[in-house]
Every structure is written in C-alpha cells, then in structure tokens.
C-alpha cells in the first residue's frame, strides 16, 4: 500500500505568537503532520514551554524587529537543512478603545505590530522561500477586516491592511512559487478574547449571539485551516480570504427557533 502523506511531511516552518493561544495550536498540528516547525514569540518562557511541548524548537521574534526577524528565519532555516517552507504571520495585539479615547501611541502600536510586522515577516522569509523554490505563507486575518469593529479602531485598520498586503505578496511572489493567503477566524476564547469577570457561561451568551453557528472556534478549527493552506493540498490557492468563521461573513444569525 502507498504511504499516505501526513500533510506537510519534510516542512520547514516557522509560526509566530506561538507561545500560547492559536499560534501554539498551530505549531502543535503542523507538528503532528509531519513538519520541522520553529516557534517563535516575544513571551519567551511561555513559548520556549509551549514549543518543547509541541516537539518543537523555540526563538524570540518580536516581530516589529527587522533584525531580530533575519535571525529568526536563518534561525529555522538552519534547523531545516537551509530551506523554509512555511511561514504563519500569526502574532497580534488588540487594544479596546474608541477613537477618541485612542492613545496615538497605542494605535500605533497595534498597526505596528499586527501590520508592519506581518509585511516585516514576509520580507524576511520571501527571499529564503525563492531560494529553495517557493513555499507559503499565511496572514491571520479577521471579521474585523471586513467592517468596522466598534472600541477596535486600530486592530480593524490594521486586519484590513493585511488584507491588501496579502493579496499584493501574492502578486509580487508568485513568480516565485510562493503562495500568500490569509485566514479568518470566528472568535476564540484566547487571551485575545478574555474579559475580567466573564465565566464560561457569558461566553457562550455573547458568541453564541453573535455567531450563526452560536459558538466559539475551537482552536483546531482554524488551526487546521492554516495547515491546510500551507500544506501542497492548496497549490493553487493564493492572494485569498479564507474563512471559518462559524458564519459570521455571511451575515448575522437566524432568529432563534422558539
Ligand atoms: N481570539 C480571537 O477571537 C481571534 C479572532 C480572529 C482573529 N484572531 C487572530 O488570531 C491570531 C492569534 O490570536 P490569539 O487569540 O491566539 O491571541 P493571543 O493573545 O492568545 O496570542 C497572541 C500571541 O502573539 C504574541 N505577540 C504579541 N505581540 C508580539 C510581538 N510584537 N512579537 C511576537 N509575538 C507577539 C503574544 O505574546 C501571544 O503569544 C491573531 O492574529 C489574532 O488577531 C483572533
């Protein structure tokens, strides 16, 4: 009988806000499927503990750093015998203020390290992707970067931005055989997510009123998503929003039956 592959069998990757939450999730499946995967994160006792025990090797990145970038990519391109497949621009902040109450200094921050730093990642990694022969990269996205997020002005800005940057680097690299996409997750009960004083209960009440599937994601359930645009299954996607979102981009829920 052939061997099935496990996916992404001899990958080379490297994810970043990996130390806990989605990132570490993501790290945790790619490993499983088959991929030499590098960790990184600017919380390092929490990522060098998520990364070993996902099987995985741990660097610092914050990724608004240009040169802490460089090393980290040479960093997993060493581990993978100088080649990098994969890279998941996965790490973000989110500040909760309106416009006007907006410290410029915060919303600069926000677009810095959810923007830039995603346009940083891909510069960084693209050339050493070119060299082996392409690869893919995967932007996390957002419902907010298809409509304004009310108390959210600089994490909407910044998840519209990367939209138009994906589809741009899908442009520009796919000469050179690397693919751009991005994906869109419905809410996850992450740090991201935490609200003080919020039992499981008002989660449940606030997404499932929001979300015509009435829950949150899973972890996996978007995990999986970003392993599979990354893995050669999804050869010919690039420059694309992929959602699983539990429905919310097809509009609000159904009134409840009864
Ligand atoms: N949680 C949600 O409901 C939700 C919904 C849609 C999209 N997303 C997106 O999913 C991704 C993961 O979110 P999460 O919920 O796991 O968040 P999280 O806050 O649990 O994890 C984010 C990680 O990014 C890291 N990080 C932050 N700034 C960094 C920097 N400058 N350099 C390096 N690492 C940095 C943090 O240390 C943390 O480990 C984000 O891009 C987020 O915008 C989350």
Redesign the pocket.
């Known amino acids: 009988m052939a061997k099935m592959s496990k996916g992404l069998e001899g990958k080379v990757a490297l994810v970043?806000?990996a130390?806990?939450?989605?990132?570490a999730e993501i790290v945790r499946r790619m490993v499983a499927v088959g991929a030499q995967v590098t960790a990184a994160?600017?919380?390092v006792a929490d990522g060098a503990a998520a990364a070993a025990g996902a099987a995985a090797q741990f660097i610092e990145?914050?990724?608004?750093d240009a040169d802490q970038w460089a090393a980290a990519v040479d960093f997993a391109a060493e581990a993978g015998g100088g080649r990098l497949d994969i890279l998941v621009n996965?790490?973000?902040?989110t500040r909760v203020a309106p416009i006007l109450d907006c410290d410029p200094a915060e919303f600069r921050k926000v677009i810095e390290?959810n923007l830039v730093?995603t346009f940083l990642g891909i510069r960084a990694a693209a050339p050493k992707m070119a060299s082996g022969g392409g690869g893919a990269i995967v932007n996390?996205g957002?419902?907010s970067a298809f409509e304004g997020t009310v108390g959210m002005p600089a994490y909407s800005a910044s998840k519209w931005g990367i939209r138009g940057l994906t589809r741009t680097a899908a442009l520009e690299l796919a000469d050179s055989g690397i693919r751009v996409n991005s994906v869109v997750?419905g809410?996850?009960r992450?740090?991201?997510?935490r609200r003080p004083g919020w039992e499981d209960d008002d989660y449940a009440r606030h997404y499932g009123a929001t979300v015509p599937l009435r829950r949150m994601a899973e972890l996996g359930e978007v995990a999986d998503l970003v392993v599979w645009l990354a893995s050669e299954q999804a050869s010919y996607c690039t420059g694309g929003d992929y959602s699983a979102d539990g429905g919310l981009g097809a509009g609000p829920p159904a009134p409840h039956p009864g």
Do not use: C, E, F
């Open positions: 970043t806000g130390a806990r939450g989605l990132g994160d600017k919380r990145l914050d990724v608004t996965n790490a973000a902040i390290t730093g996390l957002s419902p997750p809410p996850l992450t740090a991201m997510t």
